[in-house]
Nanobody, 117 residues
Framework: QVQLVESGGGLVQAGGSLKLSCTAS??????????MGWHRQAPGKQRELVAVINSGGSTHYADSVKGRFTISRDNAKNTVYLQMNSLKPEDTAVYYC?????????WGQGTQVTVSS
């Protein structure tokens, strides 16, 4: 069973930066062909897409984070990153990593990001 472990969350002041990491294990060499994404869920709200990167390196971002967040991947390390700059209080949420292989999705356990004003 694929396992995804996120790290890098924490408490930061508005305007600050954080870099999230998500490392996949037990992937049976499928990480290279998988699309990887970051989603987030704030209290009382639905989980929403933040950013996606496909196996070829093409990226897509939610409008709310364009120009501030950057998704990247290191296939040699089975790891996807989310660099978050110019953080705002509204970015506060639990951030989840997702691996997409065809119709199958795998999720991490989430990491809390809190942005204070």
């Amino acid at each position: 069973q694929v396992q995804l472990v996120e790290s890098g969350g924490g408490l930061v002041q508005a305007g600050g930066s954080l870099k999230l990491s998500c490392t996949a294990s037990r992937t049976r060499s499928i990480f290279n062909i998988a699309a990887m994404g970051w989603h987030r869920q704030a209290p009382g709200k639905q989980r929403e897409l933040v950013a996606v990167i496909n196996s070829g390196g093409s990226t897509h971002y939610a409008d709310s984070v364009k120009g501030r967040f950057t998704i990247s991947r290191d296939n040699a390390k089975n790891t996807v990153y989310l660099q978050m700059n110019s953080l705002k209080p509204e970015d506060t949420a639990v951030y989840y990593c997702k691996m997409m292989v065809g119709p199958i999705n795998y999720w991490g356990q989430g990491t809390q990001v809190t942005v204070s004003s």
